[in-house]
Structure formats: structure tokens, C-alpha cells
């Protein structure tokens, strides 16, 4: 029997996929808080979060080491909202400490190396020492109460690239075909704040399928133009995307019956600090298609995952 539809499993995961997207923990932001303390005091949170991936040594030096990208936001910020993402980030880690100590019993020594508190407080260091420093900030970096974020794209159109490798596996000719392959694309996006992000753009890409009998006369090769619409959810220096895709399949050019159909699909990765007005990131990307049957030919579907590396750059700040 020919395979008609995606397998039953896949179907279920895409359908599932909103809800675990919207399931994923929030950036704690209280409606009180000035937008602008609250970028900041996210931007902050990112630098420290992304320097204790790579392990965290002495103190003093790896504030240090933090305080030149922290101050591009430090310096960005008047001197209220300054005052206020401190204050908050004070009440961070006293809310913390007395949480980890409620629900682990920790106290004295154990209490302060538990490593939510370690992250707090180190936050709470890089400000400070941002604060010591701020007579080193340029005249170039204005203060702005309509300051939004560094190392997000919270507001403001964005272009982005993107691109990478992907295995493969699929229905084709009535039976079961692997391969891999590779797709890039180009999109423009819009901050929804400091936790949401929606970009739509053009993607092009193709496979090579090869059978079980890996016979080099049977190849199937698939050229793949899509219009993806993303959507993303981004807590700390963690990202999370859910996607959905108009697609096309097949090459008018070599004489292909082109193909319609359409592509859910969910990355989950990492982003790191921004480089100028560049902000790069990283991820892993599970993907399900399915084409619609034409010119006598079956349905296709293909599960598709790999890396996806991509940049944003930011073109207006509101």
C-alpha cells in the first residue's frame, strides 16, 4: 500500500506543537516596571546566564569580563529606570534566596552556592559594577527611556538569514526514501516584545533521497521553495521557534510537475550576544511536511531535522 498521509505519531506531534510552544517558561516581567528597566534588567540577566555556560571562575574577574557588553545597555538606560531594574534585580535575589531555601532547606553556605541564587547574585554584581563604571559611557550611546533590549529583538523590524543542514526521511514512489540535504532563507521579522518575535519570509533548499538498495540510478531529488511564517518565544539567552509553511515541490525548470503542500515545524536553540546591530543564534530544528497529491501522482510527506544557524539584524528600533 502507498503511503497517502504523514504517519498518524507525526500528526499528533505537530497538532501538539502550539501548546508546548506556549508551555515554555516566561521572562518574569511585572506590569509595574518601566519597559525600559525591564530590557535592561533582561539584557543583564542574558550576559551572566551565557558566561555561566561556559563555567564561571572569580567573581571580580568574570564581571569583569562581562561589563563591555554590559554597558552598551547599561548606558542606553536614564538614570530612573537604571535605579529601578537595580532595585528589582535586588528583590530577585532576596524572592530566590527565600524560595530555594523554602522548597530545598538550604541555609548559610549551601544557600548562597545553590545556582539559582549564584545567578542572581552575580547579576546583581554585573550591575553594580556597571553602575560604578558609567562615567566611561560615550557620548555616542544616548540615554533613551525608549530603550528595549540589546540582546533581544524585542521591538523594531529585523532582517534575518538563516540556514543549515538536514537529514531526512520520506515517502516517494510508494515506499520509504533517506537522505539529506540543506535550505536558507531570508525573512523580515518584528519584535512583540521582550518575549515574542514573528518573522516570514523565502526559503529555498533540496534533498537527496536514496532508497534501501542505495542504487545510484534511483535518486530522487527534491527542489523546495517555501514561504515560512515563524513565531518565537525567547526566555534568557534560550529560544524556541514554531513554524508553519507554504511549500512547493519540484523543479518547472527540468520539466517537474511543481507540487503543493504545507510544513509544521519547532526549533529549539540558543542565542548569543549581539555583535554590533548582528544578533546570532543557534538551533536544533524537527520539521513534518506533507504535498498534496497531483497529475496522477501519490502524496508525499517527509520528516525532516537538523542544525539551523541564523543572524538577525536590526533595521528600526520601534
Not at 543549515?164 to 520509504?176: E, F, H, M, V
Request: hydrophobic share 45%.
Amino acid at each position: 500500500m502507498r503511503p497517502e498521509h504523514p504517519p498518524r505519531l507525526a500528526r499528533r506531534l505537530v497538532a501538539l506543537l502550539p501548546a508546548l510552544l506556549l508551555a515554555l517558561p516566561e521572562p518574569a516581567v511585572a506590569a509595574e516596571h518601566h519597559p525600559a528597566a525591564a530590557a535592561l534588567r533582561a539584557d543583564l540577566l542574558k550576559i551572566v546566564e551565557l558566561r555561566e555556560q561556559r563555567g564561571w571562575g572569580i567573581d571580580h574577574y568574570e564581571i569583569e569580563g562581562m561589563l563591555p557588553d554590559a554597558l552598551l545597555s547599561y548606558c542606553a538606560v536614564p538614570d530612573a529606570q537604571r535605579a529601578e531594574a537595580r532595585d528589582w534585580m535586588t528583590e530577585d535575589l532576596r524572592a530566590t534566596r527565600a524560595r530555594v531555601a523554602a522548597k530545598q532547606g538550604l541555609d548559610g553556605d549551601a544557600l548562597r552556592a545553590a545556582p539559582a541564587v549564584l545567578s542572581a547574585s552575580r547579576a546583581l554584581g554585573l550591575i553594580a559594577a556597571a553602575a560604578a563604571k558609567a562615567g566611561h559611557c560615550p557620548f555616542t550611546i544616548p540615554r533613551s527611556s525608549n530603550f528595549r533590549g540589546r540582546q533581544f529583538d524585542a521591538e523594531g523590524f529585523t532582517l534575518h538569514a538563516e540556514g543549515g543542514g538536514l537529514a531526512s526521511l520520506g515517502s516517494r514512489g510508494g515506499g520509504l526514501r533517506f537522505g539529506g540535504g540543506g535550505a536558507g532563507r531570508l525573512s523580515v521579522g518584528h519584535g512583540l516584545g521582550l518575549r515574542h518575535h514573528v518573522r516570514v519570509g523565502v526559503e529555498l533548499g533540496g534533498a537527496a533521497l536514496i532508497d534501501e538498495k542505495i542504487r545510484a540510478d534511483d535518486v530522487a531529488v527534491d527542489f523546495l521553495l517555501a514561504v515560512p511564517i515563524a513565531l518565537r518565544r525567547q526566555w534568557g539567552p534560550y529560544l524556541a521557534d514554531f513554524e508553519l509553511a507554504a511549500i512547493a515541490l519540484g523543479n518547472p525548470l527540468i520539466g517537474e510537475t511543481v507540487r503543493y503542500g504545507g510544513r509544521a515545524a519547532v526549533l529549539v536553540g540558543v542565542s548569543a550576544l549581539r555583535v554590533r546591530s548582528f544578533l546570532p543564534w543557534t538551533g536544533l530544528v524537527v520539521m513534518g511536511e506533507w504535498v498534496a497529491p497531483r497529475g496522477g501522482g501519490d502524496a508525499y510527506w517527509s520528516l525532516r531535522a537538523g542544525i539551523r544557524i541564523g543572524f538577525g539584524w536590526r533595521i528600526s528600533n520601534g
